[in-house]
T-cell receptor
Framework: LAKTTQPISMDSYEGQEVNITCSHN???????ITWYQQFPSQGPRFIIQGYKTKVTNEVASLFIPADRKSSTLSLPRVSLSDTAVYYCLVGRNTDKLIFGTGTRLQVFP | DTEVTQTPKHLVMGMTNKKSLKCEQHMGHRAMYWYKQKAKKPPELMFVYSYEKLSINESVPSRFSPECPNSSLLNLHLHALQPEDSALYLC???????????????FGPGTRLTVL
C-alpha cells in the first residue's frame, strides 16, 4: 500500500484558494488517489478521486502530475465552513483504505 | 438515500458491560466497514465485510466482535472493554464493484464510546 505524506496543518483566509499537496512516491500503476474531508465528530466525506492529469467537480479540483508521485487538492475561494481535516488516500478497489495523518485546514475570516 | 446511520450517538459503558453498536445503510452497498478513531488521529480500519462475509480483520482484539446479519446491517458487539478503547467508532459502506477505481466509502456520523 502506498504511504502518503501531507502537511500537518495549513491556515488560510476566506475567499482564498487553498492547495494541499500529498506525496505518494510508491504509488502503484493501478492505484487511484482519493481525498476525504472530515469535520469534528463526523465521519469523513468523499471529496474527489482521480488517476492522472486533472479532475474537477463542484467542490474541488485534483491535479496529478505525469509521474503520479504527488497530487494537489485545490479548494477555490474557501469559506469558514471549509475548516476541516483533509485526508489523501491511495489505493485500488481490492485494497483496504489507509488514512494518513491528514492536513488540518483552518480558515480565518 | 446516501446515508449511513449509526446508533447510539453516544455510549458510556463499564469494563464489565456488554453493548452493541449498530450501523445501517440502504444504498445497496455490499461492503461495510468498522473504523476506530481516537482524538486528533486518522480513522483506523478494524473490520471489512464483503457480501456479508468478514474479509478483513486488522488484528482487532476479541473483545470487539463484528456481525453482519444482512447486507444492510452491521453490528459491533463490545465486551470487557478497556478505558483505552474509548474512541469514535465509524461505520462506512461502499458498492464493492470490480474494476480499477476505488469505491467511494460513505461514512456514518459515528458512535462516541466512553469506557469507564
Amino acid at each position: 500500500l502506498a504511504k502518503t505524506t501531507q502537511p500537518i496543518s495549513m491556515d488560510s483566509y476566506e475567499g482564498q484558494e487553498v492547495n494541499i499537496t500529498c506525496s505518494h512516491n510508491n504509488i502503484a500503476t493501478n492505484d487511484y488517489i482519493t481525498w476525504y474531508q472530515q469535520f469534528p465528530s463526523q465521519g469523513p466525506r468523499f471529496i474527489i478521486q482521480g488517476y492522472k492529469t486533472k479532475v474537477t467537480n463542484e467542490v474541488a479540483s485534483l491535479f496529478i502530475p505525469a509521474d503520479r508521485k504527488s497530487s494537489t487538492l485545490s479548494l477555490p475561494r474557501v469559506s469558514l465552513s471549509d475548516t476541516a481535516v483533509y485526508y489523501c488516500l491511495v489505493g485500488r478497489n481490492t485494497d483496504k483504505l489507509i488514512f494518513g495523518t491528514g492536513t488540518r485546514l483552518q480558515v480565518f475570516p | 438515500d446516501t446515508e449511513v446511520t449509526q446508533t447510539p450517538k453516544h455510549l458510556v459503558m463499564g469494563m464489565t458491560n456488554k453493548k452493541s453498536l449498530k450501523c445501517e445503510q440502504h444504498m445497496g452497498h455490499r461492503a461495510m466497514y468498522w473504523y476506530k478513531q481516537k482524538a486528533k488521529k486518522p480513522p483506523e480500519l478494524m473490520f471489512v465485510y464483503s457480501y456479508e462475509k468478514l474479509s478483513i480483520n486488522e488484528s482487532v482484539p476479541s473483545r470487539f466482535s463484528p456481525e453482519c446479519p444482512n447486507s444492510s446491517l452491521l453490528n459491533l458487539h463490545l465486551h470487557a472493554l478497556q478505558p483505552e478503547d474509548s474512541a469514535l467508532y465509524l461505520c462506512a459502506s461502499s458498492q464493492e464493484t470490480s474494476g480499477a477505481s476505488t469505491d467511494t466509502q460513505y461514512f456514518g456520523p459515528g458512535t462516541r464510546l466512553t469506557v469507564l
